[in-house]
């Protein structure tokens, strides 16, 4: 329920402040658990992933899908015609599944008995969130504020030309050229998006390699797989300057070249949304604008929790649902486990996918040295691959007779996987353990059942 209530003080078991993933689902388990919660919020329930992330982007990605569908019919024998994209037709079918998911979460919230403030909070005092010059004081405060798109210095976002990742959602039209500045996550898809809508795409990365959080062998996938799709890529150019110009922007890389295009992606990255909120005021302990928790997402002030992009690890929305989740037991009394955060699963939903659990080979060698064994199985030897027209691999790491500590995956509808790979890194399974299970036939799973297979010694198919 919105709150009417004007008077200047009241009290509650929790103050969430910020309904992102972290925060709604933080107040959504509390309120279930008998907790009075107040929730407040400056902009929408729902916060970056409902809004601005993750939905309306997959939404943007499957029409993506849908544009390729259409161009390459002919492959699978269907007449069809791909005659453009209706930006227009795009928006309406993104911004219908935002709201129908909008109108499903904000009934949630009211059923659940939840007190929605509108506005923007700041901590005040230890146990207190100040918001419209009202004091609402808690026996628990959950900091839940999210995070923001960073820019570069040098680098004027203007909305125009320059844009963040939500300029980029509400473009009318697709431009004829565009920039992305950022081979990560978000860079990637959204580079995956307008190839697909049929702008000529560059990415400009400053590491030596697109998605060089993956292990080494997604990213050398990946850049072969999009420049098969003709998306021109530069990786080791770190930006120096941009400049508009009548047509649109001129990038230059460190070492001089130029690159111009209609627009500018910036997609360097997410920055806590922290300052001015009263956390240092209040001694909350920080480091470069994030608040650091214990595993018990504790900070070091009594009763003042952090969940979601403010802490630091990955910024991403099923974390902060988690950790939300977890809040809300912990303070009701029922001692949840800590989440493991290296068995969170990340998805990267270009064309190709990626999606991965657990250690890169690079980081398993780095701890456990020689102890280490991997299983690359290609997706080539897979029906369902085949069917689907996809390329990719199934990358397996494990220790020497030990569990499996990665999986990593390459190839349409990767993320589709990684249920259960996720099971198998949580799990610590053996590939012995997973070789004897049985998958169903044609899925891409039989891929990974066959990974295990061979990584337990018994491969039927030839793999490297
Ligand atoms: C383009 C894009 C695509 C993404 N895709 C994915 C994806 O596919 N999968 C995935 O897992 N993650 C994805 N993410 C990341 C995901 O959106 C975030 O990890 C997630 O939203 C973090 O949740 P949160 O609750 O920490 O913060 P947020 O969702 O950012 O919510 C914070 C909320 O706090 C509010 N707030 C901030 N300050 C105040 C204040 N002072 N007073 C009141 N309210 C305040 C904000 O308005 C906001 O609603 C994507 C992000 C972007 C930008």
């Not at 820019?151 to 980029?168: F, K, M, Q, W, Y």
């Amino acid at each position: 329920m919105t709150d009417t209530d004007t008077s200047t003080e009241q009290d509650y078991d929790l103050v969430v402040l910020g309904a992102g993933s972290g925060g709604y689902a933080c107040a959504l388990r509390a309120a279930q658990l008998g907790l009075s919660v107040v929730l407040v919020e400056k902009g929408k329930v729902g916060g970056t992933c409902l809004h601005v992330g993750c939905i309306p982007t997959k939404a943007l990605l499957h029409a993506a899908e849908v544009a390729d569908s259409a161009r390459e019919s002919e492959q699978f024998g269907v007449n069809a015609t791909f005659e453009g994209i209706d930006m227009g037709g795009v928006n309406k079918y993104k911004d219908g599944v935002v709201s129908r998911l909008f109108k499903g979460l904000t009934g949630l919230v009211k059923g659940r008995g939840i007190t929605v403030v509108e506005g923007e909070g700041r901590l005040a005092g230890p146990r207190t969130v100040e918001v419209n010059g009202r004091r609402l004081v808690g026996r628990h405060v959950v900091l839940a504020t999210g995070s923001y798109s960073k820019s570069l210095p040098g680098l004027e976002v203007d909305g125009h030309r320059i844009l963040t990742s939500e300029h980029a959602l509400t473009l009318d039209r697709v431009p004829a050229s565009v920039i992305v500045l950022g081979g990560g996550v978000i860079g990637c898809e959204f580079a995956s998006v307008w190839r697909s809508f049929g702008a000529d795409v560059t990415i400009i990365e400053a590491l030596p390699r697109l998605v060089a959080a993956e292990d080494e062998a997604v990213s050398t996938a990946v850049e072969r797989a999009f420049r098969k799709r003709k998306i021109a890529l530069r990786t080791g150019a770190p930006f120096e300057s941009v400049e508009t110009t009548d047509a649109g922007v001129r990038l230059t890389v460190q070492g001089g070249d130029t690159i111009e295009a209609e627009v500018l992606l910036v997609a360097v990255g997410r920055g806590p949304t922290t300052a001015g909120l009263g956390y240092e005021e209040q001694g909350v302990a920080m480091e470069r604008g994030f608040v650091l928790t214990d595993e018990r997402l504790r900070t070091n002030v009594d009763g003042v929790y952090a969940v979601g992009d403010i802490v630091p690890g990955l910024q991403l929305a099923h974390r902060g649902f988690q950790q939300g989740i977890f809040v809300a037991e912990e303070i009701a009394g029922l001692a949840p486990t800590p989440i493991d955060e290296a068995g969170i699963p990340r998805v990267t939903y270009s064309d190709p996918e990626i999606a991965s659990v657990g250690m890169t080979e690079t980081a398993a060698r780095s701890t456990y040295g020689d102890a280490v064994q991997t299983l690359t199985y290609d997706l080539g030897g897979n029906g369902k691959s085949q069917i689907l027209r996809t390329q990719g691999f199934v990358k397996l790491v494990r220790r020497t007779d030990g569990p499996v500590v990665g999986v990593h995956v390459v190839g349409a509808r990767a993320g589709e996987l990684i249920g259960e790979a996720q099971l198998i890194y949580n799990w610590e399974a053996h590939p012995e353990d997973v070789a004897p299970l049985v998958h169903a036939h044609p899925t891409q799973n039989e891929a990974l059942g066959e990974a295990h297979l061979a990584l337990a010694g018994k491969p039927l198919h030839a793999h490297s």
